[in-house]
């Protein structure tokens, strides 16, 4: 397996209902993650790029929470419909989704 150039981590964390600090999973992470596996494969970049869930990556308040690396870049709040622009200007560009970044102060 080839060493991807950018790895992404979707977290998949779930909580109980009614826990307090809420989860990415109760956000509709589940919907981001698999929209991330579909365009992966849509553009056969599996030698490029990694897709990987995770557990809870901090700020659960604004999640779905994704973190690029190798930049350590954290997208918050993040939809199935922002998979395409973060493919296409981080992951297969090199620019951030400004719109999506986590605040200084979070990340
Ligand atoms: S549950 Fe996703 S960041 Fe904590």
Redesign the pocket.
């Known amino acids: 397996m080839p060493k991807p150039q950018k790895h992404v981590f979707v977290?998949a964390?779930q909580?109980p209902p009614g826990h307090p600090?809420?989860?990415?999973?109760a956000k509709g992470?589940n919907e981001v993650l698999q929209t991330f596996w579909s365009e992966l494969q849509k553009r056969n970049a599996y030698d490029r790029i990694g897709v990987t869930y995770s557990g809870?990556?901090?700020?659960?308040e604004s999640?779905?929470?994704v973190l690029v690396y190798p930049e350590g870049v954290m997208y918050s709040g993040v939809g199935k419909d922002d998979v395409v622009e973060i493919f296409d200007t981080h992951l297969e560009g090199d620019g951030i989704v400004t719109r999506l970044q986590a605040p200084a102060g979070v990340w």
């Open positions: 977290c964390q909580r600090r809420g989860s990415c999973a992470c809870c990556l901090g700020p659960c999640g779905p929470n």
